[in-house]
């Protein structure tokens, strides 16, 4: 079963917009990652935010974990065409499990 | 380090005949996992090894599917015999505890 879940399914944004996308979760976690795929490729991995920690920054993306509502965030600011792509959440506790991932797609 | 390293990148057999997928983790990693990727079901794990001991196999689809890791620098998934409902991407994984995974680029599997 999946224990994390991506909402929206999909969105299009315009190059220079942010975008927004959220993970819910069903059981308690160690940590929270966030994976990105471009068609065709591996998984890249881009942030990781452990239990006890609120909010995350690298570079463009900002990540927000709310343990008590069992969700996350993931924030791309002022996003770029080379942004689209397949974005998901993956929780252990044990191995990884990921969601069915939120599809953006930045138009130039 | 170059990375996971899987082999091939793309394979086409025929139902029936037994694939191989291989993958080298990265050095030092003691965690590793296979997972299949396809439209209808998404990423789902079928394996992990720690310490080159199989952890959870629970994901494994069927006995037609084995996999093996013989050493920390390399492991193998079998399917014998292969179906088309096996087409898919397998990804392997590697790993320390606690941390993120890095993934290989996948072998494109086609069952004709």
């Known amino acids: 079963s999946q224990q994390g879940e991506e909402d929206p399914q999909a969105l299009s944004i315009q190059e220079g917009e942010n975008a927004t996308m959220n993970c819910s979760y069903k059981t308690s976690i160690n940590n929270l990652q966030w994976y990105r795929q471009n068609s065709g490729r591996g998984l890249v991995h881009l942030i990781l935010i452990r239990s006890n920690e609120r909010e995350k920054h690298s570079g463009r993306l900002r990540v927000t974990l709310d343990t008590s509502k069992k969700s996350s965030s993931l924030l791309i600011t002022a996003s770029r065409a080379a942004d689209t792509a397949s974005y998901f959440c993956a929780t252990d506790p044990r191995a990884l499990t990921f969601g069915s991932g939120t599809r953006l797609q930045v138009q130039p | 380090d170059a990375g996971v390293i899987q082999s091939p990148r793309h394979e086409v057999t025929e139902m029936g005949q037994e694939v191989t997928l291989r993958c080298k983790p990265i050095s030092g990693h003691d965690y590793l996992f296979w997972y299949r990727q396809t439209m209808m079901r998404g990423l789902e794990l079928l394996i992990y090894?720690?310490?080159?001991?199989?952890?959870?196999d629970s994901g494994m689809p069927e006995d037609r599917f084995s996999a093996k890791m013989p050493n920390a620098s390399f492991s193998t998934l079998k399917i014998q015999p292969s179906e088309p409902r096996d087409s898919a991407v397998y990804f392997c994984a590697s790993t320390i505890l606690g941390e993120s995974y890095t993934f290989g680029s996948g072998t494109r599997l086609t069952v004709v």
């Open positions: 090894f720690n310490n080159n001991v199989p952890i959870d």
